[in-house]
Structure formats: structure tokens, C-alpha cells
């Protein structure tokens, strides 16, 4: 009976280990909260501004990765002047793979709504599935990561800054 018990301790304590360890392999799993955006000017970042810095004071942009799988949901409010309603549908969308590869996120972005639909359809990098390809430069830490589109090389342009939610 003692065996079995320490047979069994080993066991769980090896599946515990190994869980953990899978888990610290891989820092974007977790669910992010978008906090602003970065600027960059000849290919460097220059400036980190918030949401009011674009006029968007009410709104929101989460991720969410799992093990394999990318979620995303947000709107910001832009309201009818004249109404007052809110007039922006917002975006979902889900990526049924990705990568994280020196420094490199790649999103094979399955399918979404509203807005995400006109990106898919546009988007000039597809798969044989018709996945839309999204890939990503990722500056990380272990509470905050931006991610700039890997292939624009503009020398000017924004990446989405996010914050570590859980």
C-alpha cells in the first residue's frame, strides 16, 4: 500500500512539473487587455500613448491564448453625432493555430465578426484552408507585449500594446 501511495505522489508530482514547466514555455498564453498603442518612427518606438491619445475614451481589445488556440473581442465607442448611438459594430475573431517563435507570433485566423470578416477578405496572406495568416514582431514581458506587423517594414508605423490581465 505504501508503494502504491509514493508510486502514485511521484506520479502526480511529475504530471505537476511537467504542466508547469509547459506552461512557462510559452509567455503569451493568457489573456491580455489592450492599454494603448506604441509609435515608431524609422523603425523605432518613440512614444507608448493610451486609448484617450486616439479619442477613444470608452472601449476595450482583449486576447485570450490557450495552448493552441487565439481569441480576440473588442469595440471602441464611436458614437453618431447626431443620435448619439453607437455606431461601431466591433470586431471577435478566433485563430484556430498559432505559433510563438523567436520572437515571432503567427495567427491562422480562422473565422470572426463584423469587422473581422472585411479583414479576412482583404488579407493577402491566406492558407489552403483560407485561414487568414496574421504574423506579428512581439516585444514581451511578463506583464505587458506589443505586437507590430512582422511584414511592414514602413519604418513608421503602431503596435497594439497590451497588458497582462491573468
Not at 491580455?32 to 506604441?38: D, H, T, V
Not at 523605432?44 to 479619442?55: E, H, I
Not at 461601431?88 to 523567436?102: C, I, L, R, T, V
Amino acid at each position: 500500500m505504501k508503494n502504491r501511495f509514493f508510486s502514485l505522489f511521484l506520479l502526480s508530482a511529475f504530471v505537476i512539473s511537467c504542466t508547469q514547466q509547459q506552461g512557462s514555455t510559452n509567455p503569451i498564453k493568457g489573456v491580455w487587455k489592450m492599454a494603448g498603442a506604441i509609435k515608431y518612427e524609422n523603425n523605432k518606438p518613440v512614444d507608448t500613448l493610451n486609448w484617450d491619445a486616439f479619442g477613444v475614451s470608452e472601449g476595450f481589445q482583449t486576447k485570450i491564448f490557450t495552448d493552441q488556440f487565439m481569441m480576440f473581442v473588442g469595440n471602441n465607442i464611436q458614437k453618431d453625432s447626431v443620435t448619439g448611438e453607437d455606431i461601431n459594430y466591433g470586431q471577435a475573431g478566433f485563430a484556430n493555430n498559432y505559433s510563438f517563435e523567436n520572437g515571432i507570433l503567427t495567427e491562422y485566423n480562422e473565422n470572426g465578426t463584423d469587422n473581422f470578416q472585411g479583414w479576412k477578405k482583404e488579407a493577402p496572406n491566406k492558407d489552403n484552408e483560407g485561414r487568414w495568416i496574421a504574423r506579428f514582431k512581439i516585444d514581451i514581458g511578463s506583464n505587458h507585449y506589443s505586437q507590430y506587423p512582422a511584414d511592414y517594414d514602413g519604418g513608421d508605423g503602431w503596435a497594439e500594446y497590451y497588458i497582462r490581465v491573468e
